[in-house]
């Protein structure tokens, strides 16, 4: 019983959680985005509904 507890103790740590780089919520689920600002580049990390917006704005 105590490989049972430890493997759940390890799932749950394993999870992580991120925090949106537009809207600031945490979420565990992200999209890895690269971002254009002037002569800059940096990559950054969306929830879905800001990565689906992201797309939509795109498409124009």
């Not at 049972?4 to 999870?15: D, V």
């Not at 945490?26 to 689906?52: A, G, I, N, Q, W």
Request: proline share 2%.
């Amino acid at each position: 019983m105590a490989k049972q507890e430890q493997g759940t103790n390890l799932r749950e740590e394993s999870e992580m959680e991120y925090t949106c780089y537009y809207c600031e919520h945490k979420t565990d689920k992200v999209h890895h985005v690269t971002l254009y600002e002037k002569d800059r580049e940096h990559d950054e990390l969306l929830c879905p509904e800001c990565y689906s917006e992201w797309l939509a704005s795109l498409k124009g």
